[in-house]
Nanobody
Framework: QVQLVESGGGLVQAGDSLRLSCAAS????????MGWFRQAPGKEREFVAH???????DYTDSVKGRFTISRDNAKNTVYLQMSSLKPEDTAVYYC?????????????????????WGQGTQVTVSS
């Protein structure tokens, strides 16, 4: 069982930066693929970014060039560095962990790829 705890959310202005953290419990963190998703009011939860256990990353188009996902296996933590934030980035951001799988990394853009989820952290970007 893996527990995920997000932190770092808050209220910022458009153009500001913010770094989200997700601390994971358990010994197998280095073998998990990690992802960030977000859910705006009235919308479906959507993929934002993922990082595989071998540090391959992918991003949804709307955040490419602005967000960076990274991981520190020594700290069992995954990060989402967000810059040039826009009001449309406002959402609850969720961290997720996926157990090792033979599926391709493309599968990691889907919610069903993930086995564990955090409770989320609110990010609000004012214009």
């Amino acid at each position: 069982q893996v527990q995920l705890v997000e932190s770092g959310g808050g209220l910022v202005q458009a153009g500001d930066s913010l770094r989200l953290s997700c601390a994971a419990s358990g010994r197998a963190f280095s073998t998990y693929a990690m992802g960030w998703f977000r859910q705006a009011p009235g919308k479906e939860r959507e993929f934002v970014a993922h990082i595989s256990w071998i540090y391959i990353t992918d991003y949804t188009d709307s955040v490419k060039g602005r967000f960076t996902i990274s991981r520190d296996n020594a700290k069992n933590t995954v990060y989402l560095q967000m810059s040039s934030l826009k009001p449309e980035d406002t959402a609850v951001y969720y961290c997720a962990a996926a157990r090792p799988s033979s599926r391709s990394n493309a599968y990691l853009t889907e919610r069903r790829a993930y086995d564990y989820w955090g409770q989320g952290t609110q990010v609000t970007v004012s214009s």
